[in-house]
């Protein structure tokens, strides 16, 4: 599957969405940090995500 979201200008910085394919298993109604993780050996990029504690 691939998948390709926009990044888009919003003030002063770079943003973009997360499809919500990528999100199927977070739980609904609680809050999460997104993880973004490069390695630089296989100059790839992965997502994690991390329930936030408040």
């Given amino acids: 599957m ?3 979201r926009k990044l888009y200008t919003r ?5 973009t969405t997360i499809p919500k394919p990528i999100l ?3 739980k609904q109604g ?3 940090n997104v993880v973004f993780k490069y ?4 100059k790839k990029w992965y997502i ?6 408040e």
Avoid at 11 to 15: R, W
Avoid at 48 to 53: D, N, T, V, Y
Wanted: glycine share 4%; aromatic share 12%; net charge positive.
């Fill in 2 to 4: 691939k998948l390709k």
């Fill in 11 to 15: 003030g002063h910085s770079y943003e």
């Fill in 24 to 26: 199927f298993e977070l």
């Fill in 30 to 32: 609680k809050k999460h």
């Fill in 39 to 42: 390695d630089p050996k296989k």
């Fill in 48 to 53: 994690e995500f991390e329930e936030r504690k």
